[in-house]
């Protein structure tokens, strides 16, 4: 599938600091996004308070009932990918 490194998710760090601060990978498009509440869904349960799925990742998901990676590879910016 276009997009999906071949390498397994665990090689993956989910947290990294950088120079604009923390950021955290979705699970779901395995994309890093700043660890904030304007990218990632407030998760009381959660060690760092966050869900493990982006925003965007979560509304993709919620407007279908297919199973979650047989979605098509949708880009955040609403396009599909060629």
Not at 9 to 22: D, I, V
Not at 54 to 79: D, M, N, Q, T
Request: charged letters at 25%; glycine letters at 4%.
């Amino acid at each position: 599938m276009p997009g999906f490194s071949s390498r397994p998710l665990s090689r993956f760090p989910l947290k990294l600091q950088t120079e604009l601060g923390e950021e955290k990978r979705c699970l779901a498009c395995c994309e890093l996004w700043p660890a904030d509440l304007e990218f990632f869904a407030s998760q009381p349960a959660a060690k760092d308070r966050l869900s493990s799925r982006c925003l965007a990742c979560i509304r993709e998901k919620s407007w279908g009932s297919v199973p979650y990676r047989s979605l098509p590879l949708i880009a955040h910016s609403g396009f599909a990918e060629q």
